[in-house]
């Protein structure tokens, strides 16, 4: 009886390594093929965005993840205007059409849960790069393949899950450009916002660290959730929890609709907005952990019924935080949560690095605006204009100094 149960112990060990070697290879096919230069940066409007989203569709179809997006299709398109160089003499608008990429997992529930993520990227860094230099392909390797690799390994796994709730998954296209594809969703969807339970949203979750720090914003947003992440044991996961249910991703756009939000991150790094984010630095292992500790939150949230939205700021506030006039021109540093906003990295010829700032900086103070967190700069970022002189209060190695940036 014992040999018996030895080899059943055994082929349970050999069929679960070989599920996470196949999970695991899935993830690499994915984060590879669409940080591949075959899709051109996957840029809002462009056949690389539209190559991208065939493939998304096709996952889709493989996995029985029935379509819902326009005319019985998984695609729904959206039009959009894009303002470059908004603070030049000359302003040139760029319009075109977006693609978001929804498909429908039917459990005969009362209520359906969102996961998203955007796929779109920046193509060969016309706006919104990082880059010096000739233009080149932004693969987005890490912002957003990771996202939505998780999206489609949670898809996988959901399919054969009993659940009190119905799943719509989401590659949104347009985040880059200003949450376009969210924002569209939020006033046309497919599924109404009050039989929306909540929404999960994967940004950049591709650079688990050695501390495996996973920020996870919008923790604000239900009482529901500090509950369910006492109820995951995962010991592979440290997190950073954030209450804010704004941030610069497109969680954000169901906030403002009272859908309860989270948003997975696992941090800036300086290859943001470079043609160097791909998919050969990519934590393909983490990711995988990220999807397992997601699936796990979303089982123990199956048992909670709908969860209650509460709000963590005016909806003044989270309007002015989704689009700025101005840029200081630092990396922020997402994981830093002791107080004011931590500078990671300097992007050349920006405000900050004329006013003498540095990596390592900790801003506190912007004119009158006490900087408490990342969230408050970036309400505070709303409120100043091009042109305009603000003074800084910084804190560096220990020490507050005075610091006056132009914008």
Not at 9 to 37: G, M, P, R
Not at 205 to 223: A, H, Y
């Given at each position: ?294 699936y796990d939150l979303i089982v ?75 969230y408050v700069y970036m309400d ?28």
């Amino acid at each position: 009886m014992r040999i018996v149960l030895f080899i059943l112990s055994l082929f349970c060990i050999q069929t679960a390594f070989s599920q996470f070697n196949k999970s695991l290879h899935q993830i690499e096919v994915d984060v590879v093929y669409l940080a591949s230069d075959y899709l051109e940066g996957r840029e809002t409007g462009t056949k690389g965005e539209k190559r991208a989203a065939d493939y998304i569709a096709n996952r889709f179809a493989v996995l029985g993840i029935a379509p819902m997006g326009d005319d019985s299709t998984y695609f729904q398109d959206f039009p959009f205007e894009e303002k470059l160089n908004p603070s030049a003499d000359e302003v040139i608008t760029k319009t075109g059409i977006g693609k978001n990429v929804i498909g429908y997992l039917d459990k005969g529930a009362a209520t359906t849960v969102i996961i998203g993520g955007h796929y779109d990227h920046l193509g060969y860094g016309e706006s919104g790069s990082r880059h010096v230099g000739e233009p080149a392909i932004h693969n987005g390797a890490d912002d957003n393949a990771s996202g939505i690799a998780a999206l489609l390994n949670l898809a996988e796994r959901l399919v054969n899950m009993p659940s009190k709730n119905n799943f719509l998954f989401i590659a949104f296209s347009g985040e880059e450009k200003g949450l376009f594809g969210s924002k569209y969703y939020v006033e046309h969807p497919v599924i109404a916002h009050e039989s929306t339970n909540y929404m999960l949203n994967m940004d950049m979750i591709g650079r688990l660290d050695e501390e495996n720090t996973l920020i996870i914003n919008g923790t604000g947003t239900s009482k529901a959730w500090k509950n369910a992440f006492w109820n995951i044991r995962r010991d592979a996961i440290k997190t950073n929890l954030m209450e804010s249910g704004v941030g610069p991703s497109d969680h954000t756009s169901f906030y403002l609709k009272d859908v309860p939000v989270l948003h997975f991150f696992t941090g800036a790094h300086t290859d943001y907005h470079k043609p160097i984010d791909d998919s050969h630095l990519v934590n393909m292992e983490g990711i995988l952990t990220i999807s397992d500790y997601i699936y796990d939150l979303i089982v123990v949230l199956d048992r909670d019924g709908k969860l209650v939205f509460q709000e963590t700021e005016t909806k003044q506030e989270s309007k002015r935080a989704s689009r700025f006039k101005v840029t200081l021109g630092v990396m922020p540093d997402y994981v830093y949560a002791d107080g004011g906003m931590k500078i990671d990295g300097i992007i050349a010829d920006r405000p900050a690095e004329a006013a003498g700032l540095e990596a390592g900086d900790i801003v506190l103070k912007m004119d009158d605006v006490e900087i408490k967190d990342i969230y408050v700069y970036m309400d505070a970022l709303g409120k100043f204009e091009p042109g305009q002189k603000v003074k800084l209060v910084v804190l560096r190695k220990g020490k507050k100094i005075k610091k006056e940036v132009q914008f």
